[in-house]
């Protein structure tokens, strides 16, 4: 039953905005750090944000510093990333992931992963 789906990928021009989800169940999110991934053909497997269970503090990749949001909804276990000012180099599978303790950026210490959710940016 522990699973991540993640939902709100699509199409979008640049500029545009998008805002993806992450339903957990089988855990609840206040005991959790999690993170959202991004992975692009031919290229490394990024995280581009991450937040912390208890503090609720929440870190960027540089790439997407100003433009993407991080948030969660304890209530709902879901957690949200709010993308705005959409570039073509956004384009990726998104991915959630979630793991005990505190957000890190190594990839191996999340314990669980969505299966991903396709966004594109493109004229």
């Known amino acids: 039953q522990l699973q991540l789906v993640e939902s709100g990928g699509g199409l979008v021009q640049p500029g545009g905005s998008l805002r993806l989800s992450c339903a957990a169940s089988?855990?609840?999110?206040?005991?959790?750090?999690i993170g959202w991934f991004r992975q692009a053909p031919g290229k490394e497997r990024e995280r581009v944000s991450c937040?912390?269970?208890?503090?609720?503090?929440?870190y960027y990749a540089n790439s997407v510093k100003g433009r993407f949001t991080i948030s969660r909804d304890n209530a709902k276990n879901t957690i949200y990333l709010q993308m705005n000012s959409l570039k073509p180099e956004d384009t990726a599978v998104y991915y959630c992931?979630?793991?005990?303790?505190?957000?890190?950026?190594?990839?191996?210490?999340?314990?669980?992963w969505g299966q991903g959710t396709q966004v594109a940016v493109s004229s």
């Open positions: 992931a979630a793991k005990r303790g505190l957000c890190t950026t190594l990839s191996t210490r999340y314990d669980y």
């Open positions: 089988g855990f609840a999110l206040d005991s959790v750090a």
């Open positions: 937040i912390n269970n208890n503090s609720g503090v929440t």
